[in-house]
């Protein structure tokens, strides 16, 4: 079992930054696949980042290629999202979600891949 907490969502203008943490309990944190999702209002969920167990794979969604940075601390039981360049069509809840995988390149980007969620937390980008 793991129980996922984000935070450092807010407010922030067009252009601006932010950075995501997602907190995990428990002793097994770097045997999950973690990854990064975000709903928008009346949209479905979708996938932004992925990172692998061990940090050495990751993948985006072609919306926020070059301008997101999912990264992973195995000794803090964390996972980052590092946002730049923030465009108003960010804006979103954004979920934290684990995996449980056995290889250590593997990355996954379909919701229905990972077994637990976070609470979410919001990110309003202002134009």
């Known amino acids: 079992q793991v129980q996922l907490v984000e935070s450092g969502g807010g407010l922030v203008q067009a252009g601006g930054s932010l950075r995501l943490s997602c907190a995990a309990s428990g002793r097994t944190f770097s045997s999950y696949v973690m990854g990064w999702f975000r709903q928008a209002p009346g949209k479905e969920r979708e996938f932004v980042a992925g990172i692998s167990r061990s940090g050495g794979y990751t993948a985006y969604a072609d919306s926020v290629k070059d301008r997101f940075t999912i990264s992973r601390d195995n000794a803090k039981n964390t996972v980052y999202l590092q946002m730049n360049s923030l465009k108003p069509e960010d804006t979103a809840s954004y979920y934290c979600?684990?995996?449980?995988?056995?290889?250590?390149?593997?990355?996954?980007?379909?919701?229905?891949?990972?077994?637990?969620w976070g609470q979410g937390t919001q990110v309003t980008v202002s134009s």
């Open positions: 979600a684990a995996g449980s995988v056995i290889g250590m390149a593997v990355v996954l980007t379909h919701f229905r891949r990972y077994d637990y």
